[in-house]
């Protein structure tokens, strides 16, 4: 088994590259902006450093979100286009499930990231993982109380959380994991997501309205 992994729904822009096992290359660049720019020679990196090509790859692997609309359909777009190129599957893996397995809780945390306008995208996970709520879209002090909070929507928003709750890391998701929680699921006969966004909210973008009429 060979899969390729990436995620945009954060600042983060990671690809890697899994072989069932283990990682055999990983790329991961912060850069809220070059979503676009970035992701392609990642994957391009990656496949170079593990010595595979796109033909040798088993599944593809993209984060659905939540994130802004933007940087999200650049990897889920990428990901239809490369799989439907190597005529292999397409899955799609909630970047918050990313983020809480790369975290090392003892008991039930919640996983964030940067929503903007002031917000946080978040689920609720049990201390082995495993996502029981989410994902939604809140102000960070809408946030349940006491449980700790890993990811960057907690450091960013420390003060209002509260200090003592917040984790230093994992900060943002890492393709990585996206790819193990995928060959996990795999392994127990799991039912796998397409690779379709979870936006949570409507993109800042409209079609326009209809134009005025001007009278005489």
Known sequence: MLVLAFDTATPAVTAAIYDGARVLAESTTIDARRHGELLVPAVQAVLREAGATPRE??????????????????????????????????????????????????????????????????????ADGTREAGPFVDRPHDLPAELPVIGAGGLMYAEVIGPHRVQSAPEHPWAGALAAITVARIAEGAELDPPLPIYLRRPDAQEPGAPKRVTA
């Open 57 to 126: 790859l088993t599944a593809i692997v993209a984060g659905t979100g939540p994130g802004p609309y933007t940087g999200l359909r650049v990897g889920l777009a990428t990901a239809q286009a490369l799989a439907a190129a190597a005529q292999v599957p397409a899955y799609g893996v909630c970047t918050l499930d990313a983020l809480a397995h790369a975290a090392d809780m003892s008991r039930p945390f919640i996983a964030a990231t940067d929503a903007r306008r002031k917000e946080v995208f978040w689920a609720r996970y049990a």
